[in-house]
C-alpha cells in the first residue's frame, strides 16, 4: 500500500474537502491487531474506533442512504495499517449478507459496497495482490431469517437474535462447483461496517467453516469503545 507520503495532502483519495490536519484527528485504533476475535474467527481487524465523525458517517450510509459514502469509508479501511494482515492467493471476500427484506429497505448492502470499492482500492493505490487475486463473493452467504437490528439489543441478546440466521449462499460458485465443493479449504475474509460484540461475525464465521472454510478472518471499518453503550453503536 502506498505510504502516507505518497498521497497529495497527507490524506487517501476519496477525501478531498477534508484538509490533513482534520483528517490526522479521524479515530483511527491504534493497535489494530490487538482486537481479540469472537469465537468462530481466526482474526479480526477494525480501522477506526466508532467515534465522531466516523460513526456519523457510518449511520448516514446505512440509515440515510448515503451509499456515496462507501468509497470514501472503504478509503480509511485502505489507510490503516494492520500489523499481521496478509491477502492469501484466492481468498474469498465475504460481505456479511443482510435479509432481502432488510436490502429492499434501504435499497442496497453497505458491506457488499465496503467490500468492493476496499478489493478495488487495494491494487489502485499500490497493494501488490497475490495470484490467483481475492475476488469479492457476496453469493457465499445468506442471511434466511429476518432479525432485528443487533443495534436495537444488548450483548445476550445479540447472539440470540443472530444465532442460526446464516446459511450458504444458494446460488452455485463458478464452473458446476457447488459452494460447499469451493468452500473446502477456502481463507474467506468477512467485511462488515461495525463490530460490536462481534455475535454477527461469528454466525457467518461458523456457517463458513461448517462448510470445509479453513480460515475466517474479519475486517471491519470501526468498534465502539469499551466505555460505550451498545445502543450507541450501529
Same mark, same amino acid.
Given at each position: 500500500?502506498?505510504?502516507?507520503?505518497?498521497?497529495?495532502?497527507?490524506?487517501?483519495?476519496?477525501?478531498?474537502?477534508?484538509?490533513?490536519?482534520?483528517?490526522?484527528?479521524?479515530?483511527?485504533?491504534?493497535?489494530?491487531?490487538?482486537?481479540?476475535?469472537?469465537?468462530?474467527?481466526?482474526?479480526?481487524?477494525?480501522?477506526?474506533?466508532?467515534?465522531?465523525?466516523?460513526?456519523?458517517?457510518?449511520?448516514?450510509?446505512?440509515?440515510?442512504?448515503?451509499?456515496?459514502?462507501?468509497?470514501?469509508?472503504?478509503?480509511?479501511?485502505?489507510?490503516?495499517?494492520?500489523?499481521?494482515?496478509?491477502?492469501?492467493?484466492?481468498?474469498?471476500?465475504?460481505?456479511?449478507?443482510?435479509?432481502?427484506?432488510?436490502?429492499?429497505?434501504?435499497?442496497?448492502?453497505?458491506?457488499?459496497?465496503?467490500?468492493?470499492?476496499?478489493?478495488?482500492?487495494?491494487?489502485?493505490?499500490?497493494?501488490?495482490?497475490?495470484?490467483?487475486?481475492?475476488?469479492?463473493?457476496? @453469493?457465499?452467504?445468506?442471511?434466511?431469517?429476518?432479525?432485528?437490528?443487533?443495534?436495537?439489543?444488548?450483548?445476550? @441478546?445479540?447472539?440470540?437474535?443472530?444465532?442460526?440466521?446464516?446459511?450458504?449462499?444458494?446460488?452455485?460458485?463458478?464452473?458446476? %462447483?457447488?459452494?460447499?465443493?469451493?468452500?473446502?479449504?477456502?481463507?474467506?475474509?468477512?467485511?462488515?461496517?461495525?463490530?460490536?460484540?462481534?455475535?454477527?461475525?461469528?454466525?457467518?464465521?461458523?456457517?463458513?467453516?461448517?462448510?470445509?472454510?479453513? %480460515?475466517?478472518?474479519?475486517?471491519?471499518?470501526?468498534?465502539?469503545?469499551?466505555?460505550?453503550?451498545?445502543?450507541?453503536?450501529?
Amino acid at each position: 500500500m502506498e505510504p502516507l507520503s505518497a498521497w497529495r495532502g497527507g490524506r487517501p483519495p476519496g477525501f478531498p474537502h477534508l484538509c490533513a490536519e482534520c483528517f490526522g484527528t479521524l479515530p483511527f485504533l491504534e493497535h489494530p491487531a490487538a482486537i481479540e476475535p469472537p469465537p468462530g474467527l481466526d482474526a479480526l481487524w477494525a480501522a477506526c474506533r466508532y467515534a465522531p465523525p466516523v460513526s456519523h458517517w457510518i449511520r448516514q450510509f446505512k440509515y440515510g442512504g448515503k451509499d456515496s459514502l462507501a468509497p470514501l469509508l472503504a478509503s480509511l479501511m485502505l489507510w490503516k495499517e494492520l500489523p499481521g494482515f496478509e491477502l492469501f492467493p484466492g481468498m474469498l471476500v465475504a460481505p456479511v449478507p443482510l435479509h432481502p427484506r432488510r436490502v429492499r429497505q434501504r435499497g442496497f448492502n453497505q458491506s457488499h459496497l465496503l467490500a468492493r470499492h476496499w478489493l478495488r482500492g487495494l491494487s489502485r493505490h499500490g497493494r501488490l495482490l497475490p495470484e490467483p487475486r481475492p475476488v469479492v463473493r457476496s @453469493n457465499l452467504l445468506t442471511r434466511r431469517r429476518f432479525t432485528r437490528p443487533q443495534v436495537e439489543l444488548d450483548a445476550p @441478546n445479540r447472539a440470540v437474535n443472530v444465532a442460526g440466521a446464516f446459511s450458504l449462499g444458494g446460488r452455485k460458485a463458478r464452473g458446476s %462447483r457447488s459452494l460447499a465443493e469451493s468452500l473446502a479449504g477456502a481463507v474467506i475474509l468477512l467485511v462488515d461496517d461495525v463490530a460490536t460484540t462481534g455475535a454477527t461475525l461469528s454466525g457467518c464465521a461458523q456457517a463458513l467453516k461448517e462448510a470445509g472454510a479453513v %480460515r475466517v478472518e474479519a475486517l471491519v471499518l470501526a468498534r465502539p469503545g469499551l466505555d460505550l453503550p451498545l445502543g450507541e453503536a450501529a
